[in-house]
C-alpha cells in the first residue's frame, strides 16, 4: 500500500489530508470528532481575541459545485482553544491553531499566548473575506509585510500563513519576495474566493444574508484557481511547503494537487457535505490511484507536474 504520510515544519502527519480551517472545526465536539477522524491533523477554526457570534443567518449553502460563506469568523475565542490543546494533542497527531485577529495587535496578543500553548503549529489567515469593513490583509501588500515583521519577531511555534488567491503573476511574485524575507514554515493555499456572488433567479434573491449576499466561494468552482496559487508558489518558493486547499474531494484531486506541488492537503466543503469520513475515503483513493501508477510514496510525483513543450 503507498504512503501517503507527509512530514513539514517539523511535524509528521500519517496521513497528507486533513480539515481546512472552519470546516468542522469550531467547537469542543467538532474538534474531537476531527481527532477520531482519519484526518493527519487537527486545525482549528481561526480563532480572535474575543469569542464572536459571527454573521447573521442564513451564512452558509452547499451548491451543487461547491459552497458559498459568509461566516464572519464565529469562534469561541483565542483562550478557549489554548485551553483546548492538551485534549486535542491525546489523538497523537499534530494540532494547527488558525489565527484571525482583527487587528495586528490582537493577533500579537493571540500569538504571545499561542507561544505557552500545546499547539504544535500556527496558520496565520492573512486572507478572511467575510468581515464588514474589513479588507482581506493578504491583498495589502505593506500591511503583509509588517504582519509578518512583528509577527515572525514574537511566534515561537512554526508559522504558517493562509493566503487568498491571486490571480496575477505579479501579485505572486510580490507576495513570494515578501514570504522570502522571513521564516515562514508553510503556505495554506488557497482561502476562498472572496466576495462572490450566488443568484437564486426562481425566487430572485441571493443566498446568504451578509453584506448583500456576497461571500467566500469554495468548493469545484475554485478547485483551477487554488491548483494554481500551489503551483506558482510553489516555483517561487520551492523550500517551502505548501498546503493545498479549494475544491479537493477525491483521491484523484489530491494526486493533483501533489503534482503542482503540494505537501499536504486541507478539506473543507467536502468535510462540511459529507462530514469527517471523507478523511478516510479520500485517503483511499488516493491510496488506490497511487498504488495503479506505482508510486509508493508522494515525494515520487510532488511537484513533478508536465508541461507541453
Ligand atoms: O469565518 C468566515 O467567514 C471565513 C473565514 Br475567517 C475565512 O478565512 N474564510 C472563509 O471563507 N470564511
Known amino acids: 500500500m503507498a504512503d501517503i504520510s507527509a512530514s513539514f515544519a517539523g511535524l509528521s502527519l500519517r496521513k497528507c489530508i486533513y480539515n481546512a480551517s472552519g470546516a468542522r472545526s469550531m467547537t469542543p465536539e467538532e474538534l474531537a470528532a476531527l481527532g477520531n477522524s482519519e484526518a493527519g491533523a487537527i486545525l482549528t477554526k481561526s480563532c480572535t481575541l ?41 489523538y497523537g497527531k499534530p494540532v494547527f491553531a488558525s489565527v484571525s485577529g482583527l487587528s495586528l495587535e490582537d493577533n500579537m496578543k493571540i500569538i504571545e499566548a499561542m507561544n505557552a500553548s500545546e499547539f504544535d503549529a500556527v496558520e496565520l489567515n492573512l486572507s478572511c473575506p467575510n468581515i464588514p469593513g474589513k479588507p482581506q490583509v493578504g491583498y495589502d501588500f ?40 522571513f521564516r515562514v514554515r508553510f503556505l495554506s493555499c488557497i482561502n476562498a474566493i472572496g466576495n462572490a456572488l450566488v443568484i437564486d433567479s426562481e425566487k430572485e434573491i441571493v443566498i446568504i444574508k451578509p453584506k448583500g449576499g456576497f461571500g467566500g466561494l469554495g468548493g469545484r468552482y475554485i478547485k483551477p484557481a487554488a491548483l494554481a496559487n500551489v503551483r506558482k508558489f510553489h516555483e517561487l518558493l520551492p523550500d517551502i511547503p505548501i498546503i493545498g486547499v479549494g475544491g479537493i474531494f477525491t483521491g484523484r484531486d489530491v494526486f493533483e494537487f501533489v503534482l503542482a506541488g503540494a505537501t499536504a492537503v486541507q478539506l473543507g ?28 510514496s508522494l515525494e515520487r510525483f510532488r511537484g513533478k507536474l508536465k508541461v507541453i513543450e
Not at 275 to 292: H, P, Q, Y
Open 50 to 90: 474575543l469569542p464572536r457570534e459571527g454573521n447573521p443567518e442564513p451564512r452558509y449553502q452547499d451548491l451543487e459545485w461547491g459552497s458559498l460563506n459568509s461566516m464572519g469568523l464565529p469562534n469561541l475565542g483565542y483562550e478557549k482553544y489554548i485551553e483546548l490543546s492538551p485534549e486535542l494533542k491525546k
Open 142 to 181: 505593506e500591511d503583509t509585510e509588517k504582519y509578518l515583521e512583528e509577527i515572525s519577531a514574537i511566534c515561537r511555534k512554526p508559522l504558517g500563513l493562509k493566503l487568498p488567491p491571486y490571480f496575477d503573476f505579479a501579485h505572486f511574485e510580490q507576495m513570494a519576495g515578501i514570504i522570502k524575507k
Open 269 to 296: 466543503t467536502v468535510l462540511m457535505q459529507e462530514g469527517t469520513s471523507c478523511f478516510g475515503r479520500v485517503a483511499r483513493e488516493l491510496e488506490e490511484i497511487m498504488d495503479k501508477k506505482g508510486y509508493p
